[in-house]
């Protein structure tokens, strides 16, 4: 029973299941390439760094005069995307500096009037294209460096301490209409002038006093044109449109740990994660997540019925640094043996509980449940309550070697699965149980 006027806001009139296959290849893919570059790529300080250090256009100019980019290959990140078995990439055609790396004609802070002189996101689109992979664009709401967008709480000109007056003042000359303008002009351009694009990541929102929401963006609009211009596009939600109920098509957890994605299953969702802590290129920055870490995250996102974003921050010079090419290889190698436990699969019914030390991931069409051994046991033996009368055969996934089953212990309705005492030669091996 719906009764009128509680029917949740909407701005269009796709149905659920429509929703739900124009999103088909991407809760499919599950891992997918974030890519941060911009002129933070030069101090190499975090991409915050203008906000961080309070630096002014005047003093942010040197990074635009010196954008250099003489070593970037698109080419080569697509085929590292590839390798790690990354589906989708997403990168920032702008963040919040400004700076655009795609030759729009309603700016000069671009890359064509760099010594790059040229469109990088055009190069990007058709590089990834040529891998199979799908593409996608960030675009930052936040502008730091356009005159006409309002000083604000994260704004770099920001005063301290904050009062009306103060942002006032500094406000007098700007204004939002224009700004909104601007940045409707440049999503148009983004989705008109590239062919089919995949995914758009606008980011972000902070309504309230001293920031900015659906008001400011001209949200339902700017989504409204998103919608129009490009059918098939997936967006995230930092529009700030979260109460329609098409307003958003997935969430965004940012940097959060395995813990806590568990609670976002049952919901369309991507974690985004850093290598470190930074999206832009960091030099200094030692705080590198382990291999497994990352090999964690990604398969507790599926185990959780979500994606992985995993961010890269190429350098100055255009490339992926060696830690961020050491990790992508690393995720490749698990991949390469035990993808089917990631793509296309989600969590396992409510009826198949993982004991300690183990994950789940599904796969419904093929009737398949990969048991992730997050903790290797020495006992030469797992057990799996209330497994037996489901399962019809057990192999681990890298190799297709049978693990079998230990019919003297397997009692009742219990699963008892005889491993080898060395564990297999991958960080977290997978165990693929055929289902009745
Ligand atoms: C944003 C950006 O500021 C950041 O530089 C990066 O691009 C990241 C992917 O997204 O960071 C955010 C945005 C929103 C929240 C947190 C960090 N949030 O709503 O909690």
């Not at 700017?222 to 930092?238: E, F």
Request: glycine share 6%; hydrophobic share 35%; with cysteine.
């Amino acid at each position: 029973l719906t009764l009128p006027g509680f029917a949740q806001k909407r701005l269009g009139n796709e149905t659920a299941a429509q929703k739900t296959k124009r999103m088909e290849w991407w809760t499919d893919a599950r891992f997918g390439m974030f890519i941060h570059w911009g002129l933070y790529a030069l101090p190499a300080r975090h991409e915050w760094v203008r906000n961080a250090e309070r630096i002014t256009n005047e003093n942010y100019q040197k990074y635009f005069d010196q954008f250099n980019p003489d070593l970037f290959d698109p080419k080569k990140w697509a085929k590292e995307a590839k390798a790690a078995g990354m589906k989708y990439a997403v990168l920032t055609t702008k963040h919040h500096e400004g700076f655009t790396l795609f030759d729009s004609k309603y700016t000069d802070y671009k890359a064509t009037n760099t010594q790059a002189k040229r469109d990088l996101v055009k190069e990007f689109l058709d590089a990834f294209r040529a891998e199979g992979i799908k593409v996608g664009f960030y675009y930052s709401l936040i502008d730091w460096h356009h005159p006409d967008f309002p000083v604000d709480k994260y704004h770099p000109l920001r005063p301290q301490p904050e009062t009306d007056e103060a942002y006032a003042a500094l406000n007098k000359n700007r204004d939002m209409a224009k700004y909104r303008k601007y940045l409707y002009n440049q999503v148009t351009e983004l989705l008109t002038k590239y062919g089919k694009i995949d995914i758009l990541w606008a980011d972000f929102s902070y309504p309230g006093k001293y920031g900015k929401g659906r008001n400011d963006w001209g949200s339902v609009e700017l989504l409204k044109q998103i919608r129009k211009l490009q059918p098939g596009i997936i967006v995230d939600n930092r529009l700030d449109l979260n109460d329609y109920e098409d307003g958003t098509d997935f969430e965004t957890p940012e940097q959060v740990g395995p813990k806590e994605l568990e609670k976002y299953r049952g919901k369309v969702w991507e974690t985004c994660q850093t290598f470190s802590g930074s999206w832009g290129y960091h030099r200094d920055e030692n705080t590198w997540k382990t291999n497994r870490k990352l090999l964690d995250l990604l398969i507790t996102s599926v185990a959780n019925g979500g994606n992985l974003l995993l961010n890269v921050g190429p350098t100055a010079r255009g490339e992926f640094d060696n830690r961020a090419n050491t990790a992508l290889d690393s995720l490749g190698l698990w991949m390469h043996a035990n993808s089917k436990s990631i793509y296309h699969c989600t969590f396992a019914p409510a009826e198949f509980k993982a004991p300690e030390g183990i994950k789940l991931t599904y796969n419904k069409d093929i009737k398949k449940l990969y048991v992730h051994l997050f903790e290797y046991p020495n006992t030469g033996s797992i057990t799996l309550e209330g497994y037996k009368d489901k399962t019809k055969y057990a192999q681990f996934l890298h190799d297709n070697s049978e693990v079998q089953i230990d019919n003297e212990k397997s009692t009742g309705n219990t699963l008892v699965l005889k491993l080898p005492k060395k564990k297999p030669d991958f960080e977290i091996p997978v165990i693929e149980l055929t289902l009745n």
